[in-house]
């Protein structure tokens, strides 16, 4: 990416940009609903097909709404949800990534955007009463504790873009070198398994009309964007980058990379599936997501730099004591010279 | 660092998670991550050896039931080795720790041979199941031998081995030992269709005897009573033939009288049945001598009528023999032997199969047309023919049933 950015390389990136941000959003249900699926059929229940999510969000969009007290609150709360899903899901590369010089968000906004989209969702469950109210503030409680967990993934990227970092990854193999980030991508995935109260089901709301709908879509569109975000970290090496070469071969590179992306989500489709055979209760799901966030997080993070880090800091070291050898030959001579420019009056 | 060198651990604690299924997924990886690096006969050697201690005693436990209903442990189990592993990256990723060892110097390092065999210490700690201990083993097994092929340490791999094959063995004996076999049904096209299908359907100790012994190491023989594997036998005798021309012959005279003293004396029978029952338990010692008595006293007619009874009901058996009529049958030994009354053996069959019968249709219920010949007593015996076999896996299943019950 020596070249610089220019207005065609630009336009094209804001192309790429809407056009991932319309798939996401598009395709989440029909995710969600292909998980649903696959799980009923390993648990031996027959469900919706797949395409049910989204008949069922479009007859809710239809429905009146019943209003009820604090219905002003979750309504609010839904839409700003749907908003932060969005915006996550088009700082999040699906197939392509922008080129150096382009405004790309750091991999801590991403993440803060999802954990506040997450914590949006569960406002109306609180705020509605009745039976979900407890499991609201338990999922509020774990939706909060997130991104504390998420630490040792948020060090692994650093402070830079996002899209700069997966550039960086993009040159590793996923077999060889870019393994430990296989394991950072396994945690982020895990993010999104062992949600929902029961096995399979998620938190029931008591929304209704076009506010129900909203949150049916934002709870899709961000376990779709964390499952990209994990499969982009997992193999970067399926993303297209614009400027290494013309226009044509980065087409091409972005066909290849959508149909790369079609075929992670089928993986995760079948290994979210098999993770909701675990029947468990709700806050020992929430015990078990974040213990395993957080510690293959930190073993990813321990694998990936634990010998970079020892390296990095035997160079400090080394750079420190010559800096200092230097110096004290400096003082010696300075001494000298001082020395003779006292003997000489 | 590669890409098995990573899943290795993972694959490792998803054996601690969730049992042995996935211990021959540990094994190819593993091996995998043998073999990325280089050939050579010590890297070959130990993925073969790795290959076959996951993938062999999977196939062994698969051909017996699942055991893990007693397991109790919560799922917070594979944490512990996670946070373990943690621990472990930590102590072995210093730069102090990777000064020693010049090849890692600067490039991402797992210790995934340890983590693995740590992995399978604490599935052989914290879980209870048998089975998951044996693929914790396993799984430390793996590791190890991972870790002595990573660092090319011949004696490791080769100790490992071994240790492996021990491990392997004495678990597979143990799982031979306690574990129950999974029903077998080879579809025999000969005798297969001769068998009803409810014998076929279910366990039998005749098939498990062809492949290996009893389950718990015991022959059928050991497992039922030998009382009832007595009578069972005796059953199974009795069953077999088909009347031949002559018997049934002979037969034909005998049945009229039976009918005539049923019809006459039935009362009698009934009026009699509680003294009788009372001293049952008394003449069960007696039991086989009141037999051999009542077959000398009553050759031809008594004796083809009585067995099929016993055939039908083997568990009342014990109801048939009454100390009257041992009694009267002693004392018509007796006066056989003496030569008192040598020409009327019809009558005196005629005077005790009465009571024989009357008793037996109280005790119950399926005896009842048994007075009307062998032309009416042989089609019901066709359905339910109770091969010791049959008697046997009831015996053995009820016993192994109130195990269960008691262990749970």
Known sequence: ?345 | MTLAVILAPLLALCVVARGIGFLPALGVVTAVAMLVDAREPLQEFGAVCVVLFSVLPVWFVSRYQDDGARERTGPMVPFLALGLMVILQLATGTPAAMGEAPGHAGAAYLPAGLCVALAGLVAVTCRQAMVWQWAGLLACVDGVMLSGVIENQVMVVGVTALAGCVVALLGGMCVHRVMLRVAVAPAQDGAGAERPSAQSAGFELGDVEQTGPEPRGLGPEAVVAPRIWTEAEAAAEDEEPLPRPDKAAKKAVPSDGEAKADVDQPPAGTGALQDKRASDAETVASDDDAETVKQKDVPDASHDTAKPTETESIETGVMKTDPSEDALSEDKAQDRKAGLNPAAPDAEASEKIPEHTSDTATSSAADQPEPFGPEEKEPEAEPVPRTPEMIARDVWLRGYLTERGRDA
């Not at chain 1, 932060?84 to 955007?113: E, K, N, R, W, Y």
């Open chain 1, 1 to 345: 990416m020596t070249h610089e950015l220019t207005w065609g390389w630009a336009f094209a990136c804001l192309l790429a940009l809407a056009l991932q941000t319309v798939l996401m959003v598009l395709a989440a249900p029909w995710f969600s609903g292909w998980v649903n699926r696959l799980a009923g059929r390993l648990t031996g229940e027959h469900r919706f097909l797949a395409g049910g999510r989204w008949q069922d969000i479009h007859h809710q969009f239809r429905r009146p709404a019943l209003r009820q007290r604090g219905d002003g609150l979750s309504s609010l709360a839904c839409r700003g949800a749907l908003v932060l899903a969005v915006f996550a899901a088009c700082m999040t590369p699906v197939f392509t990534l922008v080129p150096a010089g382009f405004p790309a968000p750091g991999f801590f906004l991403l993440c803060s955007a999802l954990v506040g989209a997450s914590l949006l969702l569960g406002l109306p469950l609180v705020v509605q009463g009745g039976t979900t109210t407890l499991a609201g503030y338990a999922a509020l409680l774990a939706e909060s504790l997130l991104l504390p967990a998420l630490v040792p993934v948020l060090v692994m990227a650093g402070g830079q873009d996002f899209s700069a970092f997966l550039a960086h990854l993009r040159q590793l193999s996923p077999v060889g070198d870019g393994a430990p980030f296989v394991l950072m991508g396994v945690a982020l995935f895990l993010v999104t398994a062992w949600k929902g109260r029961q096995a399979g089901a998620e938190l029931p709301c008591q929304l209704s009309g076009a506010d129900r709908a909203l949150w049916m879509l934002a709870t899709d569109c961000v376990q779709l964007v964390w499952i990209t975000l994990a499969g982009d970290v997992a193999w970067a090496s399926s993303l297209a980058l614009p400027g290494e070469s013309g226009v044509e071969p980065w087409l091409a590179q972005c066909l290849a990379g959508g149909a790369f992306w079609v075929a992670k989500l089928a993986i995760a489709a079948l290994l979210l599936a098999g993770t909701q055979l675990m029947v468990l209760t709700f806050p020992r799901r929430a015990r078990v997501r974040l213990a395993a966030v957080f510690l293959l997080g930190l073993l990813a993070w321990q694998v990936a730099y634990a010998g970079q880090s020892g390296a990095i800091g035997q160079d400090r070291t080394a750079s420190a004591q010559d800096e200092q050898d230097e110096q004290d030959e400096q003082d010696e001579q300075d001494s000298a010279w001082s020395d003779e420019g006292n003997a000489t009056p």
